[in-house]
């Protein structure tokens, strides 16, 4: 079955510190990845994607992502960490089979504390 | 404005009572999803929809109804609500699902069965 793992429930970071929110995944054929935030009492926004091409992707507000084929991982990255960027950060994986159009599949979500 | 909304924000009900949760987008996307977030379960798929016309169950479609008779609208309904349906649930949209495009939420309705 095909499904994305976020093995922290919660991250604590101080503020201006690098910060690293970890997703594995595992799905049968091309992994199409992607990175969503959640700030409180909001819906979902898009940060980044990974379809094909450099290991590195950029995103939005400073996020990047690393994509690793080997470890099966798309982990989330920023090199200075902002009070701002507390917020739930969801790993998702697109659904490659059955009918459900491309349908994502996301993990249970990690909290990021980041603290002055 | 455009974008996509969900209404009520939040709603208060009983067993047993039939429940709407409404959602526009002003888009035009093609496709939209309604979504329900669990602690410890993250966002599941409840029903999606290609397009008007065209919906499909989810990952937990039990006690849910949907329909889209127009493109910018995705109601869910609650047949008969129970108390294990108390989450908040989230409607989304998207030009080509989840293929390569990303998806846009709503604010999410936050339903509570007593």
């Known amino acids: 079955a095909q499904s994305v793992a976020q093995p922290e429930d919660q991250v604590n970071v101080a503020e201006g510190n690098p910060l690293t929110v970890k997703c594995t995944y595992s799905?049968?054929?091309?992994?199409?990845l992607f990175w969503y935030v959640q700030y409180p009492n909001r819906g979902l926004q898009f940060l980044l994607k990974?379809?094909?091409?450099?290991?590195l992707v950029k995103g939005s507000y400073g996020f990047e992502a690393e994509f690793n084929k080997s470890q099966t991982s798309f982990h989330l990255k920023k090199p200075s960490a902002l009070v701002s960027d507390s917020a739930l950060y969801f790993c998702?994986?697109?659904?490659?089979?059955?009918?459900?159009?491309?349908?994502?599949?996301f993990g249970k979500g990690t909290k990021l504390s980041v603290k002055p | 404005d455009a974008g996509i909304t969900q209404s009520p924000r939040y709603k208060i009900t009983e067993t047993g009572r039939q429940v709407t949760l409404m959602c526009h987008q002003t888009?035009?996307?093609?496709?939209m999803f309604w979504y329900r977030q669990d602690l410890g379960h993250g966002l599941r798929l409840i029903y999606y929809?290609?397009?008007?016309?065209?919906?499909d169950k989810g990952e937990v479609p039990d006690g849910y109804v949907v329909s889209r008779s127009k493109t910018e609208n995705f109601p869910l309904t609650l047949e008969s609500a129970t108390r294990s349906q108390t989450s908040v649930y989230f409607c989304?949209?998207?030009?080509?699902?989840?293929?390569?495009?990303?998806?846009?939420f709503g604010e999410g309705s936050r339903l509570t069965v007593l």
């Open positions: 998702a994986v697109r659904d490659n089979y059955g009918g459900s159009q491309g349908n994502l599949i």
């Open positions: 929809s290609a397009a008007a016309d065209i919906t």
């Open positions: 799905v049968s054929g091309n992994p199409y």
């Open positions: 989304a949209s998207s030009l080509s699902g989840g293929t390569t495009g990303e998806l846009f």
């Open positions: 990974y379809i094909t091409g450099d290991n």
């Open positions: 888009w035009s996307h093609s496709y």
